[in-house]
């Protein structure tokens, strides 16, 4: 039987394969290339740990624990993309919502979410 150390390596090296290269699964999880390199490399210096482990299934769109439980030998890239895509998950979405947790104006934060009111991505509140 697998550890948890080996389930979540080939769990996050599938991951990683759906971004293209580590260096953009990396970016995604707005860590260093030699970070990445270290927990996914061919010969991995470190385990990946519950942290990077839950960035990981955020960043993906993967429910808590997801790396944590053996998926098969083999993921079916077509579709993890299209799960992700239907996700509408980006590394320019993530940008902007880190953004936005950032703005400690009352007025700007209001005005954020009267425009996506406004184009549809937020449902319009009942006040």
Same mark, same amino acid.
């Given at each position: 039987?697998?550890?948890?150390?080996?389930?979540?390596?080939?769990?996050?090296?599938?991951?990683?394969?759906?971004?293209?290269?580590?260096?953009?699964?990396?970016?995604?999880?707005?860590?260093?290339?030699?970070?990445?390199?270290?927990?996914?490399?061919?010969?991995?210096?470190?385990?990946?740990?519950?942290?990077?482990?839950?960035?990981?299934?955020?960043?993906?769109?993967?429910?808590?624990?997801?790396?944590?439980?053996?998926?098969?030998?083999?993921?079916?890239?077509?579709?993890?993309?299209?799960?992700?895509? #239907?996700?509408?998950?980006?590394?320019?979405? %993530?940008?902007?919502? *880190? =953004? +936005?947790?950032? /703005?400690? #104006?009352?007025?700007?934060?209001?005005?954020? %979410?009267?425009?996506? *009111? =406004? +184009?549809?991505? /937020?449902?319009?509140?009942?006040?």
């Amino acid at each position: 039987m697998k550890t948890t150390a080996e389930i979540r390596l080939i769990n996050a090296r599938n991951l990683a394969s759906l971004f293209g290269t580590r260096a953009d699964f990396a970016r995604a999880l707005e860590m260093s290339d030699a970070y990445m390199w270290q927990i996914l490399g061919d010969s991995p210096k470190r385990n990946i740990g519950n942290s990077i482990a839950r960035r990981m299934e955020v960043a993906c769109g993967k429910p808590e624990g997801w790396l944590d439980v053996p998926h098969g030998s083999e993921v079916d890239e077509k579709s993890e993309a299209a799960e992700i895509s #239907e996700r509408e998950f980006s590394l320019d979405a %993530m940008k902007v919502a *880190r =953004a +936005f947790d950032a /703005l400690t #104006e009352k007025p700007q934060r209001d005005a954020i %979410m009267a425009q996506l *009111r =406004a +184009f549809g991505v /937020l449902p319009v509140s009942s006040k």
